[in-house]
Structures are given as C-alpha cells and as structure tokens.
C-alpha cells in the first residue's frame, strides 16, 4: 500500500523545537509534491507546508511562517519538517500527504491529496 510514514513527534516545552520525518513508501517521492498538514482536537485539518517536486520551492501557512522549514531528500524518500519556536496552539498530529495532481506546491484550493501517513503526535506543552 502506497502511504507515507510520519516519526518525530513528541513532548516539547514552548519555545522549542522538533524535526519530523516522513518516509515514502510504495510511490516515487518526485512525482509528487508532499505537503504537511496538522489537526488538533476539535478543529479542522491546516495545510502548515508544501515542498514542490519540481524545484523544492516551498510554500507555508501564515501561523507557522518564520518558525517552521519544509524540506527533501529525494535520494532518501523523505520529507523534513523542522519546527522552532513551538507554541502550545502548535499542538496537533501532524501528517504528511502527496498532491496527486501536482508536482509544484500551489495555494489553490481544492487539490487531492493521497498517501497519508498515520500521523504523529506533537504536544507542546510546560
């Protein structure tokens, strides 16, 4: 089955940092560009990244802008996402997914995503 693989997560005190992971499996990485997305309790699912296929150009949601930095490894199938600066409202599980239409990151809405991974957990929290 085609999925990413989400790891990283964890415990952190606010004003720290974290650095997920999601591994590809089953698809070719650069076919795609891949996209991190959160969700915490009660609210909706926020697109926070995406790392274009095509050129890596990148693109972040306005809440974690300056904080956070999306990156890949095509050698690897992996997707990074360094996280500084947490804030508790940072608290959600995050997942990684690839849009199946596009090999660039676009602000468009309506895109379809895939290959969801299961999602890790991170809590900030003192």
């Known amino acids: 089955q085609a999925q990413f693989v989400e790891s990283g997560g964890g415990l952190v005190q606010p004003g720290g940092s974290l650095r997920l992971s999601c591994v590809s499996s089953?698809?070719?990485?650069?076919?795609?560009?891949s996209a991190w997305f959160r969700q915490a309790p009660g609210r909706e699912r926020e697109e926070v990244a995406c790392v274009s296929a095509a050129d890596s150009s990148t693109i972040y949601a306005d809440s974690v802008k300056g904080r956070f930095t999306v990156s890949r490894d095509s050698a690897k199938n992996t997707v990074f996402l360094e996280m500084n600066s947490l804030k508790p409202e940072d608290t959600a599980v995050y997942y990684c997914?690839?849009?199946?239409?596009?090999?660039?990151?676009?602000?468009?809405?309506?895109?379809?995503?895939?290959?969801w991974g299961q999602g890790t957990q991170v809590t900030v929290s003192s």
């Open positions: 089953g698809f070719i990485l650069n076919d795609y560009s």
């Open positions: 997914a690839a849009n199946l239409e596009r090999r660039r990151c676009t602000v468009l809405p309506g895109q379809t995503y895939g290959f």
